[in-house]
């Protein structure tokens, strides 16, 4: 799992260090690994960043056959 992600919707988790209710809301980036384990909803997050290909380099127009005039009609 990432270390920093955004939700996309409100969530409740638990506090591991005092054991309290947390509400964070839509939006919210969450850093803390332990906080971000409760989570287990796909939907609850913010998409990543979709991975950018490589670039490529533009491929070549196809080649046709070329018409010679033994070929003309």
């Known amino acids: 799992m990432a270390a920093t992600r955004t939700l996309a919707e409100t969530v409740f988790v638990t506090d591991p260090k005092n054991h309290e209710t947390l509400l964070l809301a839509a939006g919210t980036t969450v850093t803390d ?3 971000a ?3 287990t909803h796909p939907e ?3 998409p990543e ?7 490529q ?5 196809r080649r046709t056959k070329a018409v010679t005039e033994t ?3």
């Open 33 to 35: 690994p332990v906080l």
């Open 37 to 39: 384990a409760q989570i």
């Open 44 to 46: 609850a997050w913010m």
């Open 49 to 55: 960043a979709a991975r950018v290909p490589e670039a």
């Open 57 to 61: 380099p533009p491929r070549a127009p």
């Open 71 to 73: 070929d003309a009609p």
